[in-house]
């Protein structure tokens, strides 16, 4: 089993930067792969960035240029840092673990909580 807990999030204004963080607890070494999804009212959830154990990234042609995201194996934990910050941005951040399928468990992804992030002047 796998926990993950996201931290900071906020108000930031337009072209402001936020950092945000995801520490990953439990059953840790059955994670292939992390994530971080965001959720705007009225909206459906959508991917922001994506990387692999092995560093691999992938982002949403929205976030290019602007986002990075990173990964501390050491730490067990995972990153986000989202620069030249739009209105529309603005949403709640979750991130998502992967785990890998095991001898009596298929493949599952699991989700932190959540952490807001409001882009207002």
């Known amino acids: 089993q796998v926990q993950l807990v996201e931290s900071g999030g906020g108000l930031v204004q337009p072209g402001g930067s936020l950092r945000l963080s995801c520490a990953a607890s439990?059953?840790?070494?059955?994670?292939?792969?992390m994530g971080w999804y965001r959720q705007a009212p009225g909206k459906e959830r959508e991917l922001v960035a994506a990387?692999?154990?092995?560093?691999?990234?992938n982002y949403a042609d929205s976030v290019k240029g602007r986002f990075t995201i990173s990964r501390d194996n050491a730490k067990n934990t995972l990153y986000l840092q989202m620069n030249s910050l739009k209105p529309e941005d603005t949403a709640v951040y979750f991130c998502?673990?992967?785990?890998?399928?095991?001898?009596?468990?298929?493949?599952?992804?699991?989700w932190g909580q959540g952490t807001q992030v409001t882009v207002s002047s």
């Open positions: 998502k673990a992967k785990r890998l399928r095991t001898m009596i468990l298929p493949e599952y992804n699991y």
């Open positions: 990387i692999t154990n092995g560093g691999s990234t």
């Open positions: 439990g059953s840790i070494f059955s994670i292939s792969a």
